[in-house]
């Protein structure tokens, strides 16, 4: 029986989660805004529909990994008014939970079921399946979806009720944030103290101070060269702005989280937006006088 998925959104995260679903030996139904992006997808075998309703109106499961909420309420709008038989909407993107509950409403009332499944990973990690699916909404249809998340992540975990797993993505994302920076501080600290970077790579690895953000970024900032983005700066902004919002809303003091935004702020200021949020690195050298970091 042939498994059909639509993927709505074919950027860094969708794109590779197309690529990998096709690999896993689904059909792969795709759209996208960008015309550059959806050519690009076309050559690696996704078939391009002309918009999201047209994906819908063959694929009885899609997933959508959006930029922007605007893009969300937009898709959510256009497929509930389009008369089309129950679908399931698996919604990847990291977005403030009164987005996200506005737009399963929307789709809810058109008789389809959304469920609110963000990632923990890269772009990097998404090419490698290497994803964390947290996956929140109607037990069913996440025990439906399984196979799908096979597909492309490593793991997914049915984590409640709808919204849940917004809210497990932020407490992740809060320690990505500091895990980042912190990482940017022991490089150039190493730098500066006339280290070799790369080495201190394999021997922080091999210690109590690593993590997987370090395991990913260090190598980065060892090399002062930040593209291709696994994740831009530029929309980095947006996912701190959701998660401060978040800690505000259940006033949960955040010192750490804190402490890293006139840093991450800072790469825009410094036209790094869009490379890696590894290029705080760059920021922070700048700040220790190290003329690589210029």
Same mark, same amino acid.
């Given at each position: 029986?042939?498994?059909?998925?639509?993927?709505?959104?074919?950027?860094?995260?969708?794109?590779?989660?197309?690529?990998?679903?096709?690999?896993?030996?689904?059909?792969?139904?795709?759209? /996208? %805004?960008? &015309?550059?992006?959806?050519?690009?997808?076309?050559?690696? =075998?996704?078939?391009? +529909? *002309?918009?999201? @309703?047209?994906?819908?109106?063959?694929?009885?499961?899609?997933?959508?990994?959006?930029?922007?909420?605007?893009?969300?309420?937009?898709?959510?709008?256009?497929?509930?008014?389009?008369?089309?038989?129950?679908?399931?909407?698996?919604?990847?993107?990291?977005?403030?939970?009164?987005?996200?509950?506005?737009?399963?409403?929307?789709?809810?009332?058109?008789?389809?079921?959304?469920?609110?499944?963000?990632?923990?990973?890269?772009?990097?990690?998404?090419?490698?399946?290497?994803?964390?699916?947290?996956?929140?909404? /109607? %037990?069913? &249809?996440?025990?439906?979806?399984?196979?799908?998340?096979? =597909?492309?992540?490593? +793991? *997914?975990?049915? @984590?409640?009720?709808?919204?849940?797993?917004?809210?497990?993505?932020?407490?992740?994302?809060?320690?990505?944030?500091?895990?980042?920076?912190?990482?940017?501080?022991?490089?150039?600290?190493?730098?500066?103290?006339?280290?070799?970077?790369?080495?201190?790579?394999?021997?922080?690895?091999?210690?109590?101070?690593?993590?997987?953000?370090?395991?990913?970024?260090?190598?980065?900032?060892?090399?002062?060269?930040?593209?291709?983005?696994?994740?831009?700066?530029?929309?980095?902004?947006?996912?701190?702005?959701?998660?401060?919002?978040? &800690?505000?809303?259940?006033?949960?003091?955040?010192?750490?989280?804190?402490?890293?935004?006139?840093?991450?702020?800072?790469?825009?200021?410094?036209?790094?937006?869009?490379?890696?949020?590894?290029?705080?690195?760059?920021?922070?050298?700048?700040?220790?006088?190290?003329?690589?970091?210029?």
């Amino acid at each position: 029986m042939e498994r059909i998925v639509g993927v709505i959104g074919l950027g860094i995260m969708g794109g590779a989660m197309a690529r990998n679903l096709r690999d896993a030996g689904w059909r792969v139904l795709g759209f /996208d %805004t960008d &015309a550059a992006t959806r050519g690009a997808l076309a050559a690696d =075998g996704i078939e391009i +529909a *002309a918009d999201a @309703v047209a994906v819908a109106r063959t694929a009885p499961v899609l997933i959508t990994s959006l930029p922007k909420p605007v893009a969300l309420h937009a898709t959510a709008a256009a497929l509930a008014g389009a008369g089309l038989p129950p679908r399931i909407i698996v919604e990847t993107s990291t977005f403030a939970l009164t987005d996200k509950l506005a737009a399963e409403q929307v789709l809810r009332a058109a008789g389809h079921v959304a469920l609110d499944c963000p990632l923990s990973g890269t772009g990097a990690q998404a090419v490698n399946r290497d994803l964390v699916v947290y996956a929140s909404g /109607d %037990t069913a &249809a996440i025990a439906q979806c399984r196979d799908l998340f096979a =597909g492309f992540a490593k +793991a *997914a975990h049915d @984590v409640g009720g709808f919204g849940n797993g917004s809210r497990m993505k932020f407490v992740a994302n809060l320690l990505v944030a500091i895990h980042n920076v912190a990482a940017a501080e022991a490089m150039v600290l190493a730098e500066k103290a006339g280290l070799d970077p790369h080495q201190v790579i394999g021997l922080v690895q091999g210690g109590a101070g690593n993590s997987r953000v370090f395991e990913l970024r260090a190598p980065m900032m060892a090399d002062g060269n930040y593209v291709p983005p696994t994740m831009r700066n530029s929309t980095w902004q947006k996912d701190m702005a959701v998660i401060g919002e978040f &800690a505000t809303a259940l006033d949960v003091p955040t010192p750490l989280f804190s402490a890293t935004l006139p840093i991450y702020a800072a790469t825009l200021a410094q036209g790094l937006g869009g490379e890696d949020t590894a290029a705080v690195h760059a920021v922070i050298g700048r700040m220790a006088g190290l003329s690589r970091s210029g």
